[in-house]
């Protein structure tokens, strides 16, 4: 999967990174023509095959890859690309305007009233 310029310069390495979700989903887009046993997704990817089961799972719930026991596949591609851009925009946002802290959420909302509770000026 191509990643932005970015990303590119940045990065010295890709590998090491990555989550195990795009470890598996690169390895499953990268041979498409097969469907592949929880066991073999492990062993070529590296990952505890207890990890990949739960992976797998979340994956699924995505549609982002396609199950029929006891074998799996890489799912829609269209949406695996929206997935990925969303991902990287994420991270993006994340790194120039700083990650979101929920309890700052929280603190900042308890100092007024909602929006649809002022009064009209």
Same mark, same amino acid.
């Given at each position: 999967?191509?990643?932005? %310029?970015?990303? /590119?310069?940045?990065?010295?390495?890709?590998?090491?990174?990555?989550?195990?979700?795009?470890?598996?989903?690169?390895?499953?887009?990268?041979?498409?023509?097969?469907? /592949?046993?929880?066991?073999?997704?492990?062993?070529?990817?590296?990952?505890?095959?207890?990890? #990949?089961?739960?992976?797998?799972?979340?994956?699924?719930?995505?549609?982002? #890859?396609?199950?029929?026991?006891?074998?799996?596949? #890489?799912?829609?591609?269209?949406? %695996?690309?929206?997935?990925?851009? /969303?991902?990287?925009?994420?991270?993006?946002?994340?790194?120039?305007?700083?990650?979101?802290?929920?309890?700052?959420?929280?603190?900042?909302?308890?100092?007024?009233?909602?929006?649809?509770?002022?009064?009209?000026?």
């Amino acid at each position: 999967m191509p990643i932005d %310029i970015e990303t /590119f310069e940045r990065e010295s390495e890709f590998d090491s990174e990555r989550t195990n979700a795009e470890r598996i989903l690169s390895f499953l887009l990268t041979n498409d023509d097969k469907a /592949f046993r929880r066991q073999e997704i492990a062993d070529a990817t590296d990952i505890d095959p207890n990890a #990949v089961s739960a992976v797998l799972s979340r994956l699924k719930e995505r549609n982002l #890859v396609r199950h029929k026991p006891p074998y799996w596949a #890489v799912g829609d591609r269209e949406r %695996i690309r929206r997935a990925v851009d /969303f991902s990287l925009s994420l991270e993006t946002l994340n790194e120039r305007l700083g990650t979101e802290d929920m309890d700052e959420w929280r603190d900042a909302a308890a100092d007024g009233p909602h929006p649809n509770e002022r009064e009209h000026e």
